[in-house]
C-alpha cells in the first residue's frame, strides 16, 4: 500500500491499517528510543511511541498531512522527538528544552499536549465523558461526534442529520449539551 | 463541570466567534468582574476540551489493548535489540583494541575500520507481516552477507535496504561498494542518517581516503549518537 493510500485509509479510520501501521513502526521506533535517547524503561518507550502515534493518527484524520512529502515513517520518528522532548520536559525538574533539530513538516503539528496532560483522573473523565456521548441516542451522538470528533461545521452536520438550516442543530447541540451534562452529574 | 445551561448558547457563541464587537465587549468585561460568571466560563471551556480529547482518551486506550492481544498471541514478540549492552561492549572492545596498538604502534586504516565496524542490527523487526526485505534481513542477521547483498540490490530505490547493502558490504570489506550505498541513504534524513554517516567514513577509511574520512567524521554533527565515537577516531587519525 503506498503513502497516498495509507493516509487516505487512515483518514477513514479503517481499523486494520491503523492496526497494522502501529504494529509496524513500533519495534523500530522503540529501539531507536533505546539506541538514541538511551530510554530503557519498556513503559516509557511504550509511553512515548503510543503518544507519537496517537499525534500521526489525529493529525492524518484531521486531514493535516494530505499533502504529506516525507515518508509517514519519517514523519512519525520526527514526531518522536518532539514528543521525547515533552516527555524529558515533564520529567525535568530545570525544565531545559533539549536542542532537538525539527522537520519543517512538524511546523505545524498538534502535540495533543492537553489530552497527555494529567493523570489517570484525567483520564478517567474523558473516558467517562467519550462512553456517555457514544451510549446517546441519535440525534445527540451524531451531533456532537461530528462536531467534537469529526470537526465538522454546523452547516455540514444540519445537512447530515436532517435539520433544515443551522440554527436548528445549533440549538439541538445546546440541548444535547446540557444532557451530557446532567448524565455525567448524576 | 458546573457550568449553567442557560449559559451554554452564550458560551458557545463567544467561543465560535459568532458575537457581535458590543455583545464581546460585554462578554469580556463581565468576565472580568464577575468571578462566578468567570469559574463557570472556564467549566464550560473544560468541558468542551475534556469532549475533544476523549477521543483521543479512547484511541490511545484502544493502542493498550493491540499491545496486550499482541503480547497475548505473541508472548516472544519482537527482538528488543539491547543496544546498550551492545555499545557498551564494543566500547570495551574499542579500548582493549586501541590500548594494545598503543603498545604496538599506530594501527592501519583497516584495522581501524575492524575496531570501530559492528554491523548493526536488524531493527526493522515487522511483526506477523512477511515483507520483501525480510529474506535479506534473514541472511543478514545470519552472516549471509553476500546472499543478503543479492537481494537488498532488488530494492535500489529504498532507503532501508540501501542502509543494510551498505552494512553487508562493509562486513565484506567491499568498500567502494560500501560507500555508493551509504552515499545513497545519505541522500534523505531517515532513521540510519547517523549510523550511515559514520560507516561511511568507515568505507572511507577502508579504502585508505584518509582525507574523505576526516571529512566526513569531521562533518558529524553534536546532536550525532557517533559524535564521540568520530571524535576519537578523528583523534587516531591527526
Same mark, same amino acid.
Given at each position: 500500500?503506498?503513502?497516498?493510500?495509507?493516509?487516505?485509509?487512515?483518514?477513514?479510520?479503517?481499523?486494520?491499517?491503523?492496526?497494522? *501501521?502501529?504494529?509496524? /513502526?513500533?519495534?523500530?521506533?522503540?529501539?531507536?528510543?533505546?539506541?538514541?535517547?538511551?530510554?530503557?524503561?519498556?513503559?516509557?518507550?511504550?509511553e512515548?511511541?503510543?503518544?507519537?502515534?496517537?499525534?500521526?493518527?489525529?493529525?492524518?484524520?484531521?486531514?493535516?498531512l494530505?499533502?504529506?512529502?516525507?515518508?509517514?515513517?519519517?514523519?512519525?520518528?520526527?514526531?518522536?522527538?518532539?514528543?521525547?522532548?515533552?516527555?524529558?520536559?515533564?520529567?525535568?525538574?530545570?525544565?531545559?528544552?533539549?536542542?532537538?533539530?525539527?522537520?519543517?513538516?512538524?511546523?505545524?503539528?498538534?502535540?495533543?499536549?492537553?489530552a /497527555?496532560?494529567?493523570?489517570?483522573?484525567?483520564?478517567?473523565?474523558?473516558?467517562?465523558?467519550?462512553?456517555?456521548?457514544?451510549?446517546?441516542?441519535?440525534?445527540?451522538?451524531?451531533?456532537?461526534t461530528?462536531? #467534537?470528533?469529526?470537526?465538522?461545521?454546523?452547516?455540514?452536520?444540519?445537512?447530515k442529520?436532517g435539520?433544515?438550516?443551522?440554527?436548528?442543530?445549533?440549538?439541538?447541540?445546546y440541548?444535547?449539551?446540557?444532557?451530557?451534562?446532567?448524565?455525567?452529574?448524576? | 463541570?458546573?457550568?449553567?445551561?442557560?449559559y451554554?448558547?452564550?458560551?458557545?457563541? #463567544?467561543?465560535?466567534?459568532?458575537?457581535?464587537?458590543?455583545?464581546?465587549?460585554? /462578554?469580556?468585561?463581565?468576565?472580568?468582574?464577575? +468571578?462566578?460568571?468567570?469559574?463557570?466560563?472556564?467549566?464550560?471551556?473544560?468541558?468542551?476540551?475534556?469532549?475533544?480529547?476523549?477521543?483521543?482518551?479512547?484511541?490511545?486506550?484502544?493502542?493498550?489493548?493491540?499491545?496486550?492481544?499482541?503480547?497475548?498471541?505473541?508472548?516472544?514478540?519482537?527482538?528488543?535489540?539491547?543496544?546498550?549492552?551492545?555499545?557498551?561492549?564494543? +566500547?570495551?572492545?574499542?579500548?582493549?583494541?586501541?590500548? *594494545?596498538? =598503543?603498545?604496538?604502534?599506530?594501527?592501519?586504516? $583497516?584495522?581501524?575500520?575492524?575496531?570501530?565496524?559492528?554491523? =548493526?542490527?536488524?531493527?526493522?523487526?515487522?511483526?506477523?507481516?512477511?515483507?520483501?526485505?525480510?529474506?535479506?534481513?534473514?541472511?543478514?542477521?545470519?552472516?549471509?552477507?553476500?546472499?543478503?547483498?543479492?537481494?537488498f540490490?532488488?530494492?535500489?530505490?529504498?532507503?532501508?535496504?540501501? /542502509?543494510?547493502?551498505?552494512?553487508?558490504?562493509?562486513a565484506?570489506?567491499?568498500?567502494?561498494?560500501?560507500?555508493?550505498?551509504y552515499? +545513497?541513504?545519505? $541522500?534523505?534524513?531517515?532513521?540510519?542518517?547517523?549510523?550511515a554517516?559514520f560507516?561511511?567514513?568507515? +568505507?572511507?577509511?577502508?579504502?585508505?581516503?584518509?582525507?574523505?574520512?576526516?571529512?566526513?567524521?569531521?562533518?558529524?554533527?553534536?546532536?550525532?549518537?557517533?559524535?564521540?565515537?568520530?571524535?576519537?577516531?578523528?583523534?587516531?587519525?591527526?
Amino acid at each position: 500500500m503506498d503513502k497516498k493510500a495509507t493516509i487516505q485509509s487512515i483518514r477513514n479510520q479503517d481499523e486494520r491499517v491503523v492496526q497494522r *501501521i502501529y504494529g509496524e /513502526f513500533k519495534p523500530k521506533f522503540v529501539n531507536w528510543l533505546k539506541g538514541k535517547y538511551k530510554i530503557g524503561e519498556p513503559e516509557a518507550c511504550n509511553e512515548i511511541y503510543q503518544r507519537s502515534f496517537t499525534v500521526l493518527f489525529f493529525n492524518i484524520k484531521r486531514g493535516k498531512l494530505d499533502n504529506l512529502e516525507a515518508s509517514l515513517e519519517t514523519y512519525l520518528f520526527g514526531i518522536g522527538k518532539m514528543i521525547v522532548r515533552e516527555w524529558w520536559r515533564e520529567r525535568s525538574k530545570d525544565k531545559n528544552t533539549l536542542d532537538i533539530e525539527e522537520n519543517n513538516e512538524l511546523g505545524q503539528i498538534d502535540l495533543l499536549a492537553n489530552a /497527555f496532560k494529567g493523570n489517570e483522573i484525567d483520564d478517567d473523565r474523558r473516558r467517562k465523558l467519550g462512553l456517555a456521548v457514544q451510549a446517546m441516542g441519535d440525534p445527540c451522538k451524531s451531533i456532537l461526534t461530528l462536531f #467534537y470528533w469529526e470537526r465538522n461545521s454546523m452547516e455540514a452536520i444540519a445537512a447530515k442529520t436532517g435539520y433544515k438550516n443551522e440554527q436548528g442543530a445549533k440549538k439541538k447541540k445546546y440541548l444535547c449539551l446540557e444532557k451530557l451534562r446532567k448524565q455525567l452529574l448524576n | 463541570m458546573d457550568f449553567n445551561a442557560e449559559y451554554i448558547e452564550l458560551f458557545d457563541a #463567544y467561543l465560535q466567534g459568532e458575537l457581535s464587537i458590543e455583545e464581546r465587549l460585554t /462578554f469580556e468585561v463581565r468576565l472580568s468582574n464577575d +468571578s462566578t460568571f468567570k469559574a463557570k466560563f472556564e467549566a464550560f471551556q473544560g468541558f468542551e476540551q475534556d469532549l475533544v480529547d476523549a477521543e483521543v482518551t479512547a484511541f490511545k486506550d484502544r493502542l493498550t489493548q493491540w499491545d496486550k492481544s499482541q503480547d497475548k498471541n505473541n508472548p516472544k514478540q519482537g527482538r528488543v535489540i539491547p543496544i546498550r549492552l551492545i555499545g557498551l561492549a564494543a +566500547s570495551i572492545a574499542v579500548i582493549l583494541f586501541i590500548s *594494545i596498538l =598503543y603498545l604496538v604502534g599506530r594501527p592501519n586504516n $583497516q584495522d581501524l575500520v575492524a575496531a570501530n565496524f559492528e554491523p =548493526y542490527d536488524n531493527i526493522l523487526t515487522v511483526r506477523g507481516e512477511k515483507v520483501a526485505l525480510d529474506d535479506g534481513l534473514q541472511q543478514y542477521e545470519a552472516g549471509e552477507y553476500e546472499a543478503a547483498i543479492v537481494i537488498f540490490e532488488q530494492f535500489p530505490e529504498n532507503v532501508n535496504a540501501q /542502509f543494510y547493502l551498505g552494512e553487508s558490504h562493509l562486513a565484506l570489506q567491499e568498500f567502494d561498494a560500501a560507500l555508493t550505498a551509504y552515499k +545513497s541513504v545519505l $541522500q534523505t534524513t531517515g532513521i540510519f542518517y547517523e549510523i550511515a554517516e559514520f560507516h561511511l567514513a568507515l +568505507s572511507y577509511l577502508g579504502n585508505d581516503d584518509e582525507q574523505g574520512a576526516k571529512e566526513t567524521l569531521a562533518a558529524i554533527q553534536k546532536e550525532s549518537d557517533y559524535y564521540s565515537k568520530a571524535q576519537d577516531l578523528l583523534g587516531e587519525l591527526e
